[in-house]
């Protein structure tokens, strides 16, 4: 338990273009403990969205190195990956990214199901986590009959199933009006409080002030951290 | 992943888009509805030809030989009442021989007249022939030596002209001329398109003197072992030319030959048929690949989002492959059950034997599955490879 959740060490990554590579994400160093609330701060363009990318496992760096739980990612093949997506990384998307299809329970069970969890303990296990954001009401309906706020609380529900490493959110708030918003930044400071490693990618200094670390981005590089 | 969630998935996403997948289908529906009509109808066209030659007795040991060449047609020769006895006597490889007379006559009894077939024949063909006497008797061998004008008639003369009372014994004129009736025929039908219960059967030389003819219209001839038949037709045809025909003047028949005659002809017709199956299915096959595209298109979010949670390559191949196959199976299905609805009409409507082959049923089956795994092998390969950080940005 001495690793810390996420290491980066010279982490780099940049796209070829006709204009030359643009540095997304330039020789990064990072530590990230458990329990912490951190938050990625910064103009779109600097570069937020690339290393979450990275983090998340989604992309794989150009160079330089990421430790998840003290595993180097550049060691994993696809599968490996999409193994440490499933068992290490929760997401919450700004858009939440629920299957449409489904309904509340079966998209929390949707990370369950690739973990090879059988039917009725995934199903169980997601009534729980749906009870824990008060969703509990609102088990069978599908994503078009809830509300932004009731569809990203399953989507938070979904990030938490396999009771990850890291949650890593991509502008949570972002489509919600401020008293919704609220709710959903209250129910990560709940997270947080239960210890649950989080990282937050948000262009609103205001919501960055409710972590604890606040790093802002500028061009790929860390411009500062408080 | 289990099976079972492959399968729900599948059958979640083929229900969303019920007209689509429908569509889809149709092609695999109507192969495989092909694929089970024209195999079961080849079938049991052979069973009721089969069933026929058993029917009048023409067995396996049996043969017809017919004045005349079968192709091309040309004036027949003439094959002679003493022509049919010297086979008995020269070749002992045979069972029997009956003498076959046929033409037709008007019958008239208690003032009523139709015209009906007569068939003239020698007193054996009871025996022979799975064909009997249902009251009275047959003809006997004095009734041939001596050109007797008795006869037995079919069901349907007796119908016609005797309703309601037994003729036997009754007094009807054929051609004007005087017979005696001493049977009735039991009921059996049509056999090949010869109705065997509109006739009068009279002693062959009776029928000969009637018809004003020398000449028989066929012999049958029974083997002692079915194994003799090819020797058999070459004794007869070296003592027939030897008499008075020439080498080419008499053809055979034997039941084997016609039921690969009708081979030839449902043969040459499955083939055309088995060819718009196939075209069908190939159909049915791009129809499944194309909409497995779309819908893999459709769904990049989906996979994307999928991805993200956690599923690995062959966790999306399978997911898309499973609704190929699911679609393949369905359509296999769906044809199943219209080909042998349809099939068992068809075989109602004409009179053959209701009979599905139940390979037939496989081999459609297989195609189905076929069809769904070679249609659902590249879109569920294109869905695996799609890039997640791509595919969660894709906006329908």
């Known amino acids: 338990m001495s690793s810390p959740v996420l290491e980066l060490r010279k982490l780099t990554r940049h796209y070829p273009t006709p204009a030359g590579p643009v540095m997304a994400v330039h020789e990064l160093d990072l530590r990230v403990e458990r329990g912490d609330f951190m938050a990625l701060l910064g103009p779109s363009g600097c570069g937020k969205s690339s290393l979450l990318n990275l983090l998340g496992c989604l992309d794989r760096p150009s160079c330089g190195e990421l430790l998840i739980d003290g595993v180097a990612v550049s060691s994993l093949d696809d599968d ?9 990384i929760g997401f919450v998307f700004q858009h939440y990214h629920l299957l449409p299809r489904m309904s509340a329970v079966r998209n929390v069970e949707l990370p369950m199901m690739y973990a090879g969890i059988p039917p009725a303990e995934r199903r169980q296990r997601a009534v729980e986590g749906l009870e824990r954001v008060r969703m509990a009401h609102r088990l069978e309906h599908t994503p078009s009959m809830l509300s932004g706020g009731e569809s990203q609380r399953v989507a938070i529900a979904r990030a938490l199933a396999m009771n990850p490493s890291l949650v890593l959110a991509d502008e949570p708030t972002g489509n919600l009006d401020t008293r919704t918003g609220e709710e959903i930044m209250q129910l990560f400071e709940k997270m947080h409080r239960e210890g ?10 205001e919501m960055a002030e409710r972590a604890d670390r606040i790093l802002r981005l500028r061009d790929g590089r860390i411009e500062s951290e408080t | 992943m289990t099976t079972s969630d492959i399968l729900a998935s599948a059958l979640d996403s083929l229900a969303a888009n019920k007209v689509r997948s429908g569509l889809t289908m149709l092609g695999v529906i109507i192969g495989v509805a092909l694929v089970i ?16 030659m058993r029917g009048i007795g023409f067995g396996r040991n049996g043969m017809v030989i017919h004045p005349g060449k079968m192709d091309p047609p040309i004036e027949p020769s003439k094959l002679r009442l003493e022509d049919s006895r010297e086979i008995s006597r020269r070749v002992p490889e045979v069972l029997d021989q009956v003498p076959i007379v046929v033409g037709s006559a008007y019958i008239r009894a208690g003032g009523q007249e139709y015209k009906t077939s007569v068939r003239g024949f020698t007193e054996n063909y009871t025996e022979l022939v799975n064909h009997r006497v249902e009251s009275g008797n047959f003809l006997t061998s004095l009734d041939v030596e001596q050109h007797r004008k008795t006869c037995v008639i079919g069901q349907k003369v007796k119908n016609k002209l005797f309703a309601g009372f037994e003729p036997i014994g009754e007094t009807v004129r054929i051609s004007g001329r005087r017979f ?20 009068v059967i009279v002693p062959i030389t009776t029928a000969q003197d009637l018809l004003d003819t020398d000449k028989l219209n066929a012999v049958l001839v029974w083997a002692r072992h079915t194994e003799d038949l090819p020797l058999i037709k070459e004794r007869i045809i070296e003592f027939l030319s ?28 499955t083939a055309f048929v088995s060819g718009v199956a196939a075209v069908s299915l190939l159909v049915g096959c791009i129809g499944i690949v194309n909409i497995m595209l779309v819908s893999v298109l459709e769904r990049t979010r989906e996979i994307g989002i999928r991805k993200a949670v956690g599923a690995r390559h062959r966790d999306i191949f399978l997911q898309f492959f ?48 076929g069809v769904g795994l070679v249609a659902g092998v590249y879109p569920a390969m294109r869905a695996a490879r799609a890039n997640p950080i791509q595919a969660l940005r894709f906006e329908n």
């Open chain 2, 242 to 269: 030897g008499r008075h025909m020439r080498k080419d003047d008499f053809h055979f028949h034997t039941q084997e030959e016609m039921i690969s005659i009708l081979g030839t002809i449902t043969g040459t017709l």
């Open chain 1, 196 to 205: 649950t490693t989080l990282v937050m990618v948000t262009h609103s200094p």
């Open chain 1, 80 to 88: 490996g990956l999409a193994r440490l997506r499933n068992h290490k």
């Open chain 2, 180 to 199: 005696t009736i001493v049977g009735v025929m039991e009921k059996k039908g049509e056999m090949m398109g010869d109705d065997l219960d509109d006739l």
């Open chain 2, 37 to 52: 009509i024209l195999v079961s109808l080849g079938e049991s066209a052979k069973t009721f030809v089969d069933d026929q």
């Open chain 2, 322 to 369: 499973g609704e190929s196959m699911v679609l393949g199976l369905l359509g296999g299905l769906s044809g199943l059950l219209a080909g042998i609805g349809l099939a068992a009409l068809v075989m109602m409507r004409t009179g053959l034997p209701v009979h599905i082959s139940s390979w037939a049923v496989l081999l459609a089956l297989a195609c189905s599955l």
